[in-house]
């Protein structure tokens, strides 16, 4: 017996080679990105005769078993039962172990008779009564299991611009055991400005001070009597209570410069999915800073898999919470609770809005139009490329970037050619990119670029 979204069918396994009519070659899906099991195959018998008959209730169950493994039902009428094909293996198949304390392993990602992906996965916690299930990833979450790390479905994908200055994070419950594993943990005190004016050439000011790292000696900012140092390890506490409630699990952290800046991104359940296929993975990017000009903040960040663009987006001024470095930060900081109740809804918002940008069909003069708004002819950017240029590097992400062949010829394309150009062309120097993409002017074009489309719906 094998319990699969929270149901207990009885499973059989069954080896199918790639030449199969059942293979997902045939169903124009990466086979590297089906089953990594030697080449082979398998899938998932159902056996659900007890559901065949026609009356309602049998129906209705066999309707719920559709929907809970996310898939349409495919009639073998000469065998009376229904048979769903997943990437799955038989437990003593799995080929890939989980790593230490990790509760389920990614089997794959499989598609419906209606171009819809999802991922499959498999409970390796030996404790749990469905130890070694192959279930959904909403119903990992019902049974409050950490969802593993789950890598793109669509190959050639590059690295996210935060891959080479993050730590990968597995596992943590607290965002100080993140903020230690990722070596962030040092300290930030205040000292007069006079006391570092000579080694750092600065003006001597006896009403300002300087904030210094006292494991290097570098100091991040300069600051005013009003300011007090919000420590890495205690900034992201208020956090910790939905990563132990498996309603967040931290990802990814790192610094910027000389650590003026650190981050967290903590990854929510679930993925918004744009007409079915274009997955958007759901984040929050937790920053701290210590250079007396950014505050402590919290922002939903959504990313689009296909191309790891960063979407910027306003909801009616939600979305976002600033918490400045004072001796109240500690008390502001419960403020984030709200925006962290919200993110939810907030998603579910976002996803009606994309969803409308990949149904609206624009013209290319209208694409011209949107581009032109965004990067008028008058302006230059810092690098002295001229404005025309800019515009025909968003045109050419629009017909062949990554991704295009999921939103081309609609609003939702013309919006995520200009992420893209943001996001891995606007900024060379790649310390200057991150903060662009998250925090400077890659940022503020992209949510122009948002509220823009939002008025061509």
Not at 284 to 299: C, E, F, M, T
């Amino acid at each position: 017996m094998q319990l699969i979204g929270g149901v207990m069918y009885r499973v059989k396994f069954g080896d199918i080679q790639p030449e199969s009519t059942h293979s997902p070659l045939k169903r124009g899906i990466n086979p590297s990105f089906i089953l990594p099991v030697d080449g082979v195959y398998h899938h998932l018998d159902i056996l659900i005769s007890k559901f065949k008959g026609n009356s309602p209730p049998q129906r209705r169950k066999r309707k719920q078993l559709a929907k809970e493994v996310n898939v349409s039902e495919r009639k073998r009428s000469s065998r009376g039962m229904t048979t769903v094909h997943a990437p799955a293996v038989a437990p003593d198949e799995i080929k890939v172990p989980a790593m230490s304390g990790q509760e389920a392993i990614f089997l794959g990602w499989q598609e419906t008779e209606f171009g819809d992906l999802f991922p499959l996965y498999n409970i390796q916690k030996t404790s749990h009564p469905s130890n070694q299930s192959t279930v959904t990833e909403e119903t990992l979450h019902s049974m409050h299991l950490r969802t593993p790390r789950t890598p793109s479905p669509f190959p050639g994908v590059g690295p996210a611009p935060w891959a080479k200055l993050g730590t990968e994070l597995t596992n943590l419950a607290t965002a100080r055991e993140a903020i230690e594993a990722a070596g962030l943990n040092y300290t930030v005190v205040k000292k007069p400005l006079k006391e570092v004016v000579e080694l750092n050439h600065l003006a001597d000011d006896s009403h300002r001070w300087a904030t210094v790292r006292t494991d290097t000696g570098d100091v991040l900012g300069i600051v005013g009597d009003m300011y007090e140092p919000t420590q890495n390890r205690d900034a992201f506490a208020f956090f910790d209570n939905l990563v132990g409630a498996d309603e967040a699990i931290y990802d990814t952290a790192g610094a910027l410069g000389h650590g003026e800046h650190i981050w967290i991104l903590a990854k929510l359940p679930g993925f918004i999915k744009v007409r079915g296929k274009d997955i958007v993975n759901k984040y929050l990017l937790l920053s701290n800073s210590h250079d007396g000009i950014s505050p402590v903040r919290v922002k939903l960040t959504p990313v689009r898999v296909v191309c790891n663009n960063t979407l910027s987006a306003a909801l009616q001024g939600a979305g976002e919470v600033r918490i400045r470095h004072s001796s109240n930060a500690p008390k502001d900081l419960k403020q984030a609770l709200s925006l962290l109740g919200l993110s939810n809804t907030l998603y579910g918002q976002l996803e009606v809005i994309f969803d409308r940008m990949a149904l609206t069909k624009i013209t290319d003069k209208q694409l011209l139009d949107y581009v032109k708004a965004l990067v008028p002819d008058t302006e230059e950017d810092e690098d002295k490329a001229s404005a025309k240029e800019i515009q025909k590097t968003c045109l050419d992400l629009y017909e062949s970037g990554q991704g295009a062949e999921l939103s081309r010829g609609t609003l939702w394309g013309a919006f995520n050619c200009v992420t893209e150009y943001t996001d891995h062309k606007m900024e060379k120097n790649p310390d200057v990119r991150l903060p662009s993409i998250w925090f400077g002017r890659g940022a503020q074009l992209k949510l122009k670029a948002f509220q823009l489309a939002e008025r061509m719906m």
